[in-house]
């Protein structure tokens, strides 16, 4: 069997510096060589499964330092490891290991295994090449599609995080996603690999602001990698002018919008940080990076920035043919650390992956994958997001994207979270209702965001109706509002071309 560097530079790191930290967990310390021990004993009960080569072991992704020693000892192994969010339904998560074609499913905390009924994979040789991590996307839109990566991919990620971020000893990395979610590549694994330290998020903690600035200021954490509803928490708690974290160096926000007036206060909680807005997707891993000037924080947002190295990145508009210079399309793109399918998928299914665009250059990577993300290039090169393909609808004849509306409601000082919905609408074929948390204090109401909606949108793209809300909205475990626990959403009296004129608070 051959081991990969995922394995092997933990390895060296319990070799070299046993008694270093490896991970802070719940306020308690575990050092390498600790870290080293529970993978020791999360091997004897792989081994007590009797897997054949190749076949996938289900862990479900509590954060834990057992669950991560679990995970390393399937890399140890060479065996497969399928991460499923722990809050999955038992009939969902069934599916999903059956999917997977999981015998078995190890909860990393109870000591035990149990079966998880599907027939095991055939067996094949273990290499750089081969499945290591099977993450899951979100399943917003159904049951969750299984994400696997090759140890290749993930230990090329690694090594340009390593050196992008400042990732060897030395170095506190903040973990606040959920261990299933691909930005654990960069602040578990990769961390891992090149020797720093994990500061483990407590989720049942992760909305608390005050716990977060006293984790990243006890542990001098020196990288910082989260979604912008993190950031939000840290400068609400942080005061103003208040707390600061000096001890951080990197800070990135990933995965949804910033709203600027959070941006803006970045750098009197974080004095001595360089900031940075990250683009990826599950499937792909990070493929954008653009560093934000901390002296001139824009106005207008951030682009997504100049493509990783490796990363190829294609517009394409609405008929398919690509968009050579200023224009406006779906994203696709082909990068290092990509996955080369869906596991397990309906091969009735669309499939984003795809061939290379027609007229690539001669060297070009051979698969893309189609992001569902609109973006327009402008006359600098640089691309912005503009929404997702998926949430474009047509509002009286005239296309709207639901996220761009999203993000200007954001942009007001006295909202703290929005969510935009498309209702059918038999006059107007959609009309939009918003759903909306402000700020503590805030006196702002329906009329005057729509006021504010109207500065920056077209008529059809303000919302019919506003729902205003003083409690925070349902989140996703990755930190994005969860749409579907919003409820059902009533088509507003009056729709059409009067919606307009209306306004609902309920």
Request: hydrophobic residues 40%.
């Amino acid at each position: 069997m051959k081991l990969t560097r995922l394995w092997t530079s933990f390895a060296q790191q319990v070799d070299a510096r046993p008694d270093a930290t490896a991970l802070v967990a719940k306020g308690g310390h575990v050092s390498y060589g600790e870290l080293a021990d529970l993978v020791a004993d999360a091997s004897h009960r792989l081994d007590r499964l009797g897997t054949t080569g190749g076949e996938p072991v289900g862990v479900p992704a509590t954060k834990t330092p057992r669950t991560i020693a679990l995970v390393l000892a399937c890399l140890r192994r060479g065996v497969p490891v399928v991460l499923p969010s722990p809050t999955l339904p038992a009939a969902s998560l069934q599916r999903l290991l059956d999917r997977a074609g999981c015998r078995h499913v190890i909860h990393a905390d109870d000591g035990g295994s149990a079966p998880a009924g599907a027939a095991p994979a055939p067996a094949t040789p273990h290499g750089p090449d081969d499945i290591a991590f099977v993450l899951t996307t979100s399943g917003s839109t159904g049951l969750p599609k299984l994400v696997p990566l090759s140890a290749g991919a993930v230990e090329r990620f690694a090594d340009w995080a390593a050196v992008q971020f400042d990732l060897g000893p030395g170095a506190a990395t903040l973990n606040y996603a959920p261990l299933n979610f691909d930005l654990c590549f960069l602040d578990v694994w990769a961390t891992l690999h090149h020797g720093g330290t994990v500061v483990l998020v407590d989720p049942a903690a992760a909305t608390n602001g005050r716990h977060l600035l006293d984790a990243i200021d006890d542990n001098a954490v020196t990288v910082v990698q989260t979604v912008p509803m993190t950031y939000q928490l840290l400068v609400d708690a942080a005061g103003d002018p208040g707390r600061k974290l000096p001890s951080v160096r990197h800070a990135m926000f990933t995965g949804d919008h910033m709203p600027t007036r959070y941006l803006a206060r970045l750098p009197e909680v974080f004095p001595d940080s360089r900031f940075y807005n990250i683009y990826g997707c599950t499937e792909t891993n990070d493929s954008f990076l653009h560093e934000v000037d901390r002296n001139a924080i824009p106005a207008d947002g951030v682009p997504l920035g100049t493509p990783l190295p490796g990363v190829e990145a294609v517009v394409l508009d609405d008929a398919g043919a690509v968009v050579t210079g200023p224009g406006r399309g779906e994203l696709i793109v082909a990068t290092p650390f990509q996955a080369a399918r869906y596991l397990g998928a309906d091969p009735q299914a669309p499939n984003p992956f795809v061939d290379a665009p027609v007229g690539r250059p001669p060297g070009s990577a051979a698969r893309f994958y189609r992001t569902g993300d609109i973006v327009r290039r402008d006359g600098d090169g640089l691309l912005r997001l503009e929404g997702r393909n998926d949430h474009q609808v047509k509002v009286r004849g005239t296309r709207v994207n639901t996220s761009a509306v999203e993000q200007v409601l954001l942009d007001h000082d006295e909202v703290a979270e929005a969510v935009v919905i498309a209702v059918p609408d038999p006059v107007a074929g959609h009309v939009l209702h918003a759903v909306l948390r402000r700020v503590p204090g805030a006196a702002v109401g329906a009329l005057g965001l729509r006021q504010h909606c109207a500065q920056h949108l077209p008529t059809a793209a303000i919302p019919s109706t506003l729902r205003l809300s003083e409690a925070p909205l349902p989140r996703t475990s990755t930190g994005k509002v969860d749409r579907q626990s919003l409820g059902p959403i009533q088509r507003p009296p009056h729709s059409g071309a009067a919606a307009t004129r209306k306004e609902s608070i309920r």
